[in-house]
């Protein structure tokens, strides 16, 4: 009897597992049980804990110490750049928020509550291949706006966005710029910060860290208000005792990272797909993540080829929610100018560092004998 193949896990995307350190690094935090507020030596070891995490965090993000703010996530840190920003705004003047069309939904689902702090959000389009226009952004770019916020790559095509122009043209209208860098982070993107963002919201679990812990970097100066009442934890910005164990564990991601080379596995999946009749959302791979395959197999459904991959022992996704078991059409796409049948047809397989050459070769065997199987059956029908 042949040996049972294990499953190859292409969903880098969604979330990464723990790197064997950080697992080893969070067991040693859990022995600092003190509360990192308190004045004595066991909060002081606690303290120290997230201190050592926020040096490295700082130094990856490219800011100050002082400049970072921890936490439960990146959804968290971007509801906190942007919320956080509306609230601190003191000039009625600047009543007008833009967002990109394609932002992550921790992002785009806080047009709600900005509308009720009696702000105008207006989205920025993209093209067809998810990057941001930036013509189109100038033109609605005026000293009425606020914040821009615009991701560093997409985390659905992995679209890798200008943000070097973008953060341009908001600075020459003196607007703030957030950047969800949950995606880019320790990736093949420019670093938002030294670009000369204000605001740069990221996760752990992303980076082989830990769930539930994200961080926001708040240049000097900017100003935002907290989201959660409750004492003066980080700068004031965020009250609730600080997860020591978690903000441990993603300090030691950081530091056991080591920036796999998945443009060649990448490529290697993507010209197999290619022979198969996959249509790639960005077709110019240098400007896209290195982890990211972005396709569609027209007249086939997303979640129809999802199933049998995942039967087969594959994980992967199609970017967009899930909502009542059926995968909805992607905003994303639907934002690119896709029609809804044709937003269902995009799916993701993303990359990672524990992913090999063998799994690769396996995988493109698998998707090829699942969208095969696929049209056969429809041709029967």
Not at 222 to 243: D, F
């Amino acid at each position: 009897m042949s040996p049972k193949l294990s499953r190859i896990y292409l969903d880098h995307a969604a979330t990464t597992e723990l790197l064997p350190d950080v697992k080893v690094r969070m067991k040693e935090a859990m022995n600092q049980y003190g509360n990192p507020s308190s004045l004595h030596q066991d909060g002081r070891n606690a303290k120290h804990e997230i201190d050592w995490s926020r040096e490295i965090v700082a130094e990856a993000l490219g800011c100050m110490f002082a400049e970072v703010v921890f936490t439960g996530s990146g959804t968290e840190a971007a509801n906190l750049a942007i919320i956080g920003t509306a609230l601190a705004n003191e000039d009625s003047k600047r009543n007008r928020i833009l967002l990109s069309a394609i932002e992550h939904h921790c992002v785009l689902n806080t047009q709600f509550i900005l509308g009720k702090l009696g702000y105008r959000v207006d989205l920025i389009p993209v093209d067809k291949e998810s990057f941001v226009d930036l013509v189109k952004y100038s033109e609605i770019l005026a000293d009425d706006v606020l914040l821009v916020s615009m991701m560093s790559a997409n985390n659905e095509t992995g679209a890798i966005q200008p943000l070097k122009e973008a953060i341009r043209l908001a600075k020459r209208s003196k607007a703030i710029f957030h950047s969800d860098h949950v995606q880019g982070f320790l990736k093949s993107t420019p670093n938002p910060n030294l670009l000369g963002a204000d605001l740069v919201s990221v996760a752990a679990h992303k980076v082989n860290g830990p769930k539930g812990v994200g961080a926001l970097a708040v240049l000097n100066g900017t100003k935002i208000k907290p989201l959660l009442a409750g004492g003066e934890q980080e700068r004031e910005m965020r009250g609730g005792t600080e997860n020591v164990v978690g903000i441990a564990g993603f300090g030691e991601a950081i530091l056991a990272h080591q920036a796999p080379k998945l443009r060649i596995l990448r490529d290697k999946l993507l010209d197999s797909v290619f022979k198969i009749g996959g249509v790639p959302t960005v077709k110019d791979r240098t400007h896209t993540l290195d982890s990211h395959i972005h396709i569609r197999f027209p007249g086939i459904d997303a979640e129809t080829l999802l199933i049998r991959l995942d039967r087969a022992g594959i994980s992967a996704s199609s970017g967009a929610a899930c909502s009542s078991g059926s995968i909805e059409a992607s905003h994303v796409m639907l934002a690119c100018g896709y029609t809804e049948a044709e937003a269902k047809e995009g799916i993701r397989f993303s990359l990672g560092a524990s992913n090999t050459a063998e799994e690769i070769d396996r995988a493109s065997l698998a998707i090829k004998a699942c969208v095969t199987e696929i049209r056969d059956r429809r041709q029967v029908q």
